[in-house]
């Protein structure tokens, strides 16, 4: 499977904006999908994670409340809307697909990632 990340950009802290990750080579509708991030001179850290039908969504705690987590599965799609923004966001994004989980470990396919600059 091929994952491809798009919707990042440079915007002021307090915007939004939505990450989309569409797949090909094969479908998302039985995996679960995650987004994690890296900032500079950071490990890759887990930002949100779907369950395969979308009835389960997790969150870490520095992004509770401000992102949200979807998926289509019948366009193969994931997407992070990004609220209320912060200079800490900035980080480039990745999705994955795997899981279940909050481990990088436990997803399999990755993304090319989308950078993400948040300005203050």
């Known amino acids: 499977v091929q994952l491809q990340a798009s919707g990042g950009g440079l915007v002021q802290a307090g915007a939004s904006l939505r990450l989309s990750c569409a797949a090909s080579?094969?479908?998302?509708?039985?995996?679960?999908a995650g987004w994690f991030r890296q900032a500079p001179g950071k490990e890759r850290e887990f930002v949100a994670s779907?369950?395969?039908?979308?009835?389960?969504?997790y969150y870490a705690d520095s992004v509770k409340g401000r992102f949200a987590i979807s998926r289509v599965n019948a366009k193969n799609t994931v997407y992070l809307q990004m609220n209320s923004l912060k200079p800490e966001d900035t980080a480039v994004y990745y999705c994955a697909t795997g899981g279940p989980g909050i481990s990088i470990r436990m997803y399999d396919y990755w993304g090319q990632g989308t950078q993400v600059t948040v300005s203050s």
């Open positions: 080579g094969r479908a998302l509708s039985r995996s679960y």
């Open positions: 779907i369950s395969w039908s979308g009835g389960a969504t």
